[in-house]
């Protein structure tokens, strides 16, 4: 099983919480840039232990495409527009 893992909580200096709008340029980058690892989270009795290796070439064009699209949407507002339908 494998999850991606992002956070997207940023605090702004008086501590209200806050998010900031970027280009999509600056998406893909970032989407890009965190495509190259996977993390794989196992279980066991006591826990879980999560193992963080490269990304094959598919898994990498894979985790950026989701990625690229979900951030541009929360981008553009969809996560508030789709709590108000």
Do not use: P, W
Request: net charge positive; charged share 30%.
């Amino acid at each position: 099983m494998v999850y991606l893992i992002h956070k997207r909580h940023i605090t702004n200096s008086n501590g209200d919480d806050t998010m900031t709008r970027k280009s999509e340029v600056e998406i893909k980058e970032y989407a890009k840039e965190n495509s190259k690892t996977i993390v794989i989270r196992s279980y066991n009795n006591s826990g879980s232990i999560d193992t963080v290796r490269k990304s094959t070439k598919k898994e990498s064009a894979i985790i950026e495409a989701v990625l690229f699209g979900a951030l541009v949407a929360i981008n553009n507002g969809s996560d508030i527009q789709s709590c108000k339908d």
